[in-house]
């Protein structure tokens, strides 16, 4: 008898196996810990299958219900500065993967991108959306080289001229 409860043989009286067969995990995925529930004596730890690109805690972020799990990568942020306001990034930009995969919304249950700016809502991008925002950036980052290039010459003109002057 103590053999069939380790090979999950059925009873002789026809009583389902108290043994449970291991899920199947996705390839890219792994099984990761979560925290179900408030710190305390009432959280429980359960594992689900977790996209190996995630890099969330699960434990430490603990979620009240096993579908407030998502997942996300690691954030990648460009900070831009002032000087007008030495210390501190007047703007800081966001990036990183995402999916909700209990989400209603076939979407946002897929991974895609999250672009963010610290102030206001985040940006959430299918995989085409965010090749084409990265474009639109690098043409962004190419007008801003001008920009300073232009700034930059200026700036030694003045300079010259008041030499002369």
Avoid at 66 to 73: Q, Y
Avoid at 106 to 113: F, I, L, T, Y
Wanted: hydrophobic share 45%; proline share 7%.
């Amino acid at each position: 008898m103590a053999t069939q409860e380790l090979t999950g043989a059925s009873h002789a009286d026809g009583a389902a196996a108290t043994v449970h067969p291991f899920p199947v995990i996705a390839p890219g995925h792994h099984l990761a810990p979560v925290a179900i529930g408030a710190p305390g004596p009432e959280q429980r730890i359960v594992f689900v299958p977790d996209p190996d690109w995630c890099a969330t805690n699960h434990v430490a972020s603990w979620v009240h219900f096993i579908e407030d799990v998502d997942h996300t990568g690691d954030e990648f942020a460009v900070h831009i500065p002032s000087f007008l306001n030495v210390g501190k990034s007047a703007y800081t930009l966001t990036a990183t993967v995402g999916c909700d995969s209990m989400s209603t919304d076939p979407q946002m249950r897929a991974a895609h991108v999250i672009v963010g700016d610290e102030g206001s809502v985040d940006a959430y991008l299918t995989p085409d959306m965010a090749d084409v925002t990265a474009v639109d950036l690098e043409r962004l980052a190419a007008k801003i080289r001008e920009a300073a290039r232009t700034a930059r010459l200026h700036n030694q003109h003045e300079a010259t001229q008041a030499v002369t002057a």
